[in-house]
């Protein structure tokens, strides 16, 4: 299983750009890299998955590098109802593969 | 998209009841459905992975009999807690996906979870 790295916590303010960085070191070949937001007492939400280069959609953009070691999950002009846990996964299409979930990234936004 | 539906969002039982909370995918077929349990702080923890018609497959720790997962159909899956105690109390949290692994472009799709009291 691919163990991923976020961090914990992060702040920003209303209307700026907000990055997340997530590091998976041991991706499979086969491995998708997929973000989730999590909202208190909801199930996570599904925002966007990519394999690699760039992925954007009406929501956020996917950035992968070419060694796919990291991926970095960008929020354009966040508001304060972005303020949400964000989790990074990696899982491919091997048998028995299954989603494990890592710390996620708090993000707080504020006025 | 694909809906997940969850029910219920909240229960509060008594120790020693076994409470039973349904997943059911609504708009999709899924092939594999995923529970989860999360304490307050904490993030999402795998108890088992169940396949229509099969046996559920559970992770490390989770006890099986005390866990009980019913897979019967394409849209439905359901977990029984045997025997509560308020150490169970929890926010459980259901996922299905039609190829069964969750990648692949076919990401898991999530009920909104389920609160478990145990008084």
């Known amino acids: 299983l691919a163990k991923t790295t976020q961090p914990i916590s992060m702040d920003s303010y209303e209307g700026q750009e907000v990055n997340i960085t997530c590091s998976h070191n041991n991706i499979a070949t086969n491995d998708y890299i997929t973000w989730y937001q999590q909202f208190p007492s909801q199930g996570p939400r599904f925002i966007i998955q990519g394999y690699k280069t760039k992925v954007t959609n009406e929501v956020a953009s996917l950035f992968i590098p070419a060694d796919r070691k990291s991926s970095t999950l960008s929020l354009p002009r966040v508001s304060l109802s972005d303020t949400a846990v964000y989790y990074c996964?990696?899982?491919?299409?091997?048998?028995?593969?299954?989603?494990?979930f890592g710390t996620g990234t708090q993000l707080k936004v504020e006025l | 998209g694909a809906v997940v539906s969850q029910h219920p969002s909240w229960v509060i039982c008594k120790s020693g009841t076994s409470v039973k909370i349904e997943c059911r995918s609504l708009d999709f077929q899924a092939t594999t459905m995923f529970w989860y349990r999360q304490f307050p702080k904490q993030s999402l923890m795998l108890m088992a992975t169940?396949?229509?018609?099969?046996?559920?497959?559970?992770e490390q720790g989770v006890e099986k009999d005390k866990f009980l997962i019913n897979h019967a159909s394409l849209t439905l899956s359901t977990l029984t807690v045997t025997s509560a105690h308020p150490e169970d109390s929890s926010f459980y949290i259901c996922?299905?996906?039609?190829?069964?692994?969750?990648?692949?472009?076919?990401?898991?799709?999530f009920g909104n979870g389920t609160r478990l009291t145990v008084t």
């Open positions: 996964l990696v899982a491919g299409t091997g048998g028995g593969n299954k989603l494990t």
């Open positions: 169940s396949n229509e018609g099969s046996k559920a497959t559970y």
């Open positions: 996922s299905a996906s039609t190829t069964g692994f969750g990648g692949d472009n076919s990401p898991l799709h």
